[in-house]
């Protein structure tokens, strides 16, 4: 537990000092143990998401970094793109079990841009009206099936 | 990441360096000063409890954390510094894997069967075909046949008419029984 909040601070103020382009961390919005960070991420310029703004959440377990951290899209705009559920839930294979600890929220924020930066049309997954009825409230309890590597 | 984050000791030892060696000695895992160091073969450091807590927390995928080379315990290197904790590293637990000492490369002089690893297995799966490939697969992995005309040669080649001739007569007993 402790070795999770000292890495998260260690994190937060890497973070904080030296953010990569269109990412931000909403400090009013981490939580005491550190356990909950809401991160602010702008569209790429030159892509479908140039211009429109989107909120991460993510949730740090005990075991954090050796287990990976639960990140959903939050607020009021979620993506439109074939790997986010209009829930939130991102299908993408780092959140589970390509996980490793040495990623970071700043690698998580990173890869999440490529993934939106890299779409060509803006649609749902195909099967997200039954995913969003029937999925957990925690996207690490879907078992993901990664087939499209293209996005 | 700056040195003002780490409020123990090992921080404070780089706090007087050079910033251009900020992160250098990092472990990749709790972005702290490695403690108890190990390096991978791809190059790649941790301290050793880190790196032990994420080798038991997927045992059958074991993966370097950064680059996803291949790593186990045996395929790591301690790093030992001059200095550093007087307590020796292995009384922690988890123990840091020990330094290796491979024997020189020895190319010439013969060699024997008894280092050779010679080692036979009869199995009675697929009959016959497990027991053909148990009985005759002499060269996987194990040292080439002697050159002719010494005397490991004459041995090897009386052992092999002598595993023949048993595994002949096994396959008769088979038969008949």
């Known amino acids: 537990m402790a070795s999770m909040q000292k890495r998260l601070q260690k994190e937060l103020l890497a973070l904080q000092k030296d953010p990569p382009p269109g990412v931000r961390v909403d400090e009013a919005s981490v939580t005491k143990s550190l356990s909950t960070w809401q991160v602010d991420m702008d569209g790429a310029p030159g892509t479908l998401f140039e211009g429109e703004k989107f909120q991460l959440l993510f949730k740090f377990g005990p075991r954090y970094p050796f287990d990976s951290p639960q990140v959903v899209f939050t607020g009021p705009n979620i993506p439109v793109h074939p790997h986010v559920y209009s829930n939130g839930h991102i299908c993408l294979s780092i959140l589970t079990e390509d996980w490793s600890p040495a990623l970071s929220v700043q690698s998580v924020c990173l890869s999440i841009i490529s993934m939106l930066s890299s779409c060509k049309e803006k649609k749902r997954p195909p099967d997200n009206n039954f995913y969003v009825r029937t999925c957990s409230k925690n996207p690490k309890k879907t078992k993901w099936w990664y087939h499209d590597d293209s996005v | 990441m700056s040195a003002d984050v780490t409020g123990d000791g090992a921080g404070a030892e780089g706090g007087g ?61 301690p790093l030992y510094g001059r200095g550093g904790s007087q307590m020796d590293p292995r009384t922690k637990t988890p123990p840091r894997p020990q330094g290796q000492r491979p024997e020189p490369e020895n190319n010439h002089g013969g060699w024997t069967f008894g280092d050779g690893g010679f080692q036979m297995s009869f199995g009675i799966g697929a009959f016959p075909f497990g027991f053909f490939a148990s009985a005759f697969n002499f060269n996987d992995g194990r040292p080439g046949p002697a050159p002719p005309g010494t005397p490991q040669a004459e041995e090897e080649r009386v052992l092999s008419t002598l595993f023949l001739w048993i595994a002949l007569i096994f396959m008769f007993w088979l038969l008949m029984a």
């Open chain 2, 17 to 77: 360096g050079a910033d251009v060696d900020q992160g250098t000695y990092e472990c990749n895992i709790c972005l702290d000063t490695a403690r108890d160091a190990v390096v991978s073969l791809c190059g790649h450091l941790f301290c050793w409890p880190c790196l032990h807590q994420w080798l038991e927390t997927r045992p059958n995928r074991q993966l370097c954390p950064v680059c996803k080379a291949g790593i186990s315990r045996d395929k790591v290197i």
